[in-house]
């Protein structure tokens, strides 16, 4: 008797095991790095994404370029998360770590097909990534606030290549600017640091508002347009009747009844009002809504009124202008009002927006973007948050490294004296971990269009001989002294991306088996798999 089959799963579920699984995953891993390798450095290129209903992004940003992508391949899904966590924690440096997680585990792909076993590979891995992390601690410079043309240049070096090219100068200038505004005992929050966008004008006209520009323009035209020495309410409850809760009926049998009804009304909202004047506020910004009524009274009092302002908004118009954000209307007196020079609507094309400007120290301020189109405009925003998140983290860590490839190579240099310590077959991993490293200088030396291999070997020819800040310099195509080139980055960059990257890598290595449900429609869970290249999205 021939012994009957044993089903374990559904037969619609795909399985990959052993090799297989892992060749899969490395692929789609490797791809995902390549999607994103042509847009690193200042030379590198920008990609136009469009989407199904035909929006477009062009990007050179490799947090963006991967989320726009929708990519379903869950190996490369992994290496999507990886990117976002670089942004989240440091804010630029997103398509170097997918980069040095893809080349990772490429270089594995060539250890495996050496009969070497994936555990001691991720054992060469670990130990690589902590070494890693003593020599950047270790190689790193100093740095403190004062330092701020050191902060304009890690700015810059973060922009370079981001279309905001020709004037980075003077954005690197607002970056510094902003970030040492609202930091406070040592802590920068970015949440404080508004951008708002304007379409018209040149990208030249940015501009640092020491205050906050809000998209809202003034309830009434016959409000003033602009209101000087502006003592400003915040309040979050509505300037208007309440409407009861419950369902609520009003009998009514008289005329004279409906008036007086219609009179408490009225009184009610001239209260309200006049509340609002005996405070000495001459500018309103409500969470809520005004009603008609309240907004001819207000008009008649001279106040500028915005209505239906975020809450977030109103949180960092309270840290700008150093009110207070009133529930209680008969809370609100003179000591909660905010202060600011002045407060004006102001007109671009068809847009309107509220400047608050002149605040006395404040602790949120606004980057207004101007610029031709929306594509520019959105892409000037992802390069400024970039220049923000690199001082942010410069500030808070205190440290820097060199840039221009210079570190990477350092890196790599000595962590190949590091795996000559070991004896076992980790020694080669160590080894494969370095030429991952290596990786980025030959990209951004390709990138420019210049000989990658050349780039690397005289790179380390002059690592070799004792000069630990030889690096790429973009603009003069020459290898230099990065450090007095000026071209330098965030420790936290480099550190950041060097433990996702070996995380991810590590982790995915470890795969030796990959079970892909059907959804309930039948149709298999898993792009890429069955021989099939790796899925890798909607665009």
Do not use: W
Request: aromatic content about 2%; proline content about 4%; charged content about 25%.
């Amino acid at each position: 008797m021939s012994e009957k089959p044993v089903m374990l799963m559904p037969e619609d579920v795909q399985r990959l095991l052993g090799k297989d699984a892992q060749r899969n995953n490395i692929m789609a891993a490797k791809m995902v790095a390549e999607v994103v390798k042509t847009t690193l450095g200042p030379k590198g290129m920008d990609k136009m994404l469009v989407s199904p209903s035909g929006n477009i992004v062009v990007t050179n940003d490799g947090v963006t370029i991967l989320d726009e992508m929708q990519i379903e391949h869950p190996a490369a899904k992994m290496m999507v998360e990886i990117s976002k966590t670089q942004d989240v924690e440091v804010g630029d440096g997103t398509t170097t770590v997918v980069m040095i997680a893809g080349k990772l585990l490429e270089n594995a792909e060539r250890l495996l097909d050496k009969k070497i076993h994936p555990t001691v590979i991720t054992k060469g891995y670990r130990l690589a990534a902590e070494k890693v992390q003593e020599i950047l601690k270790e190689i790193s410079l100093r740095i403190t606030p004062e330092d701020g043309d050191v902060l304009r240049h890690i700015a810059m070096t973060s922009m370079t290549g981001k279309g905001a090219e020709d004037s980075r100068e003077k954005f690197a200038e607002i970056i510094v600017k902003a970030v040492k505004q609202i930091q406070e005992a040592g802590n920068v929050n970015l949440n404080d640091i508004k951008i708002e966008k304007s379409k018209g004008d040149s990208i030249q006209d940015t501009e640092l508002i020491s205050g906050i520009v809000l998209d809202k323009e003034r309830v009434s035209v016959d409000m003033p347009s602009k209101v000087h020495d502006a003592k400003i309410a915040l309040v979050d409850f509505a300037l208007e009747l309440k409407n009861p809760e419950i369902d609520t009926k009003v009998s009514i049998s008289s005329p004279d009844q409906l008036q007086s009804f219609i009179d408490q009304e009225e009184r009610t909202i001239k209260d309200m009002v006049e509340k609002v004047k005996m405070s000495g506020a001459n500018v309103v910004f409500c969470q809520k809504g005004i009603d008609d009524f309240a907004q001819y009274l207000l008009s008649k009092e001279n106040v500028y009124a915005c209505r239906r302002v975020a809450k977030s908004n109103m949180e960092k118009l309270a840290k700008a202008t150093g009110g207070k954000i009133v529930s209680n209307l008969s809370e609100l007196s003179s000591s909660e009002l905010g202060y600011a020079q002045t407060v004006e609507e102001v007109k671009h094309g068809e847009d309107s927006l509220t400047y608050i400007r002149g605040c006395q120290n404040p602790k949120a301020v606004t980057i207004l973007i101007h610029g031709g189109t929306d594509h520019v405009i959105d892409e000037i925003e992802r390069a400024i948050k970039d220049g923000l998140g690199v001082v942010a983290s410069s500030l808070k860590t205190g440290l820097v490294v060199p840039g221009g490839g210079a570190i990477e190579v350092e890196l790599a240099r000595r962590l190949r004296h590091f795996g000559q310590s070991l004896s076992g077959r980790e020694q080669l991993a160590v080894e494969e971990f370095a030429s991952a490293l290596e990786f980025i200088p030959t990209t951004l030396a390709e990138n420019a269009g210049m000989d990658p291999i050349d780039v690397l070997t005289e790179m380390k020819s002059k690592h070799d001989s004792g000069d630990m800040n030889a690096g790429l310099n973009l603009f003069t195509n020459k290898i230099e002294n990065v450090l007095e080139a000026r071209i330098i980055e965030p420790y936290k960059i480099k550190s950041q991306a060097v433990t996702s990257a070996s995380e991810v890598a590590i982790m995915i290595l470890r795969i030796d088996d990959v079970v892909a449900s059907a959804d309930k429609g039948g149709a298999p869970g898993m792009p890429g798999m069955g021989g099939m290249p790796p899925g890798m999205g909607g665009y």
